[in-house]
């Protein structure tokens, strides 16, 4: 059943500059966690009230669209303390949860593989553990709907040293599976796979971008937080040169503190990129501050130096005369048109030849082997064959840690 909603959200000197776009934003993530947006309450105050964040007379006003609308959550755009949440439900008699919430919740839908759910549980733990105090009574008319998935009711209703037991185990479960994860990376690096990370703010069309250029079939909808789990697909390219491309999960304002401390497997996944590939919805209103976001976001998780070619995609939606690119190294396409993947892959290359490094090699003709793991393992740019020699004469760029690219005259190619 879609439960019915009413958005709450105050309006001060330190957000107004993205305060509405955020307000939005609010809305799509409710419509996300299969809510219906009923009624918006905004309120412009110097500073938020200590005690409710809005003022007693807005707590009228907020009672009386609850009864007029029959809602059944309030959902407020600040991050609530343990005591305000605690106050609101109390005074308002119905689900009170705030824009955090809403988002782990909505993570905790879209988790899939066993990793996934054990971040989300550990995230939602996190949170709700310093709010444990007065939840007793309000939680047995929680029931279910938007706030309440992931961990469920019965850890909820648990006492504090059982939450916290079960957040070490979870924390235990996931150093295993970050283990795994790691050889699973030694084992690319080791087979020289030059590595491609999708990174960019949610719904821009990272997965869409996954399946133009893998041919894989990812979840891929119109949906903030479409992606949660981080996948990765092989990629060839016409010459031969496999890479391997991951997608991760989108970026957005406020990313929730609790999800960024408990996805750091993910996140390790996109420190070992050699690069990024920064997907930017081109059409969006707030791109500009949506790029900002990301940008920051990269800086705090130490991701800045790696380096990236920003794909403004969704160009169909937009007048290519009329667009102006912020970010450089940058291509303009459309994830859904039939050039999309053409130029895609060519701005992709241009950025590849100047990461990697340059080498050039004699192939003896009847060295098949060796050609091969040249074709695949390679970004071959000339492969002439030399009648007087019956040898190939073959030039690509290769990484800086490949036997290729090795500055010795004897190569180790075993």
Known sequence: MTERGILVGVETQRNQNNFFDSMKELKSLTETAQGEVVETLVQKRQQFDAKSIIGSGKIVELKNLIAQYEADVVIFNQELTPRQGQYLAEELGIKVIDRIQLILDIFAMRAKSREGKLQVELAQLNYL?????????????????????????TKLESDRRHIRDKIT???????????????????????????????????????????????SETYEENQLFATL???????????????????TVGFIQDLPTQLIEAFQSTLEESRNMDLLLHVVDASSPQRLQQ?????????????????????YNKGDKVDPAQFVPSLFPNC???????????????EVKKRMLEILEPYELEVAAKDGQLLSRLKTETLIILEEFQETTQSYHVKGFAKKTSPFVREDEELDLE
């Open 291 to 311: 790029e900002e976001t990301v940008l920051d976001l990269l800086h705090n998780l130490e991701l800045a130096n790696i380096p990236r070619l920003t794909v």
């Open 169 to 215: 185990q979870i924390k235990r479960d996931l150093k295993k599976v970050s283990l795994q994860r790691q050889e699973a990376r030694k084992k690319r690096q080791t087979s020289q796979i030059f590595q491609i990370g999708l990174i960019g703010y949610t719904n821009a069309g990272k997965s869409t971008i996954l399946n133009l250029l893998t041919a």
């Open 332 to 346: 303009f396409i459309s994830a859904k048109s039939s050039g999309g993947r053409k130029t895609l892959t060519q």
């Open 229 to 247: 789990d981080p996948l990765t697909k092989r990629w060839r390219f016409p010459q031969g040169f496999e890479v391997t491309v991951t997608d």
């Open 129 to 153: 553990l310093p709010r444990l105090t007065g939840l007793g009574t309000s939680l047995s008319r929680l029931g279910a709907g938007i706030g309440t998935r992931g961990p469920g009711e």
